[in-house]
Nanobody
Framework: QVQLVESGGGLVQAGGSLRLACAAS????????MGWFRQAPGKEREFVAA????????DYADSVKSRFSISRDNAKNTVYLQMNSLKFEDTAVYYC????????????????WGQGTQVTVSS
């Protein structure tokens, strides 16, 4: 059974930083594109960032570009999301996702989802 387990969420003041991690129980983790999504109360889930499996290329939502950074450690089957200069509007549940391709992640149709971790930014 595939599991994606997020960690690192919490409460932080505006302007602060957090680093989320997602540990994946995927035997072939290095062949999956990985991504982060978020869902704020009363809003739909939205794309945040993605990283390909092949060349490590990355994509970001405009709202987080230059503030957030996605990376992966294939030896540890883990993907990270470094979040800097956090804003109140970044408050959401953050979900990790694994897809067969970068395209599937960008389209919001990954194969696997994590359970989510809460990030709360106080103003």
């Amino acid at each position: 059974q595939v599991q994606l387990v997020e960690s690192g969420g919490g409460l932080v003041q505006a302007g602060g930083s957090l680093r989320l991690a997602c540990a994946a129980s995927l035997r072939t983790f290095s062949t999956y594109a990985m991504g982060w999504f978020r869902q704020a109360p009363g809003k739909e889930r939205e794309f945040v960032a993605a990283i390909s499996w092949s060349d490590g290329s990355t994509d970001y939502a405009d709202s987080v570009k230059s503030r957030f950074s996605i990376s992966r450690d294939n030896a540890k089957n883990t993907v990270y999301l470094q979040m800097n200069s956090l804003k109140f509007e970044d408050t959401a549940v953050y979900y990790c996702a694994a897809g067969d391709s970068r395209r599937s992640v960008l389209a919001g149709r990954p194969r696997y989802w994590g359970q989510g971790t809460q990030v709360t930014v106080s103003s």
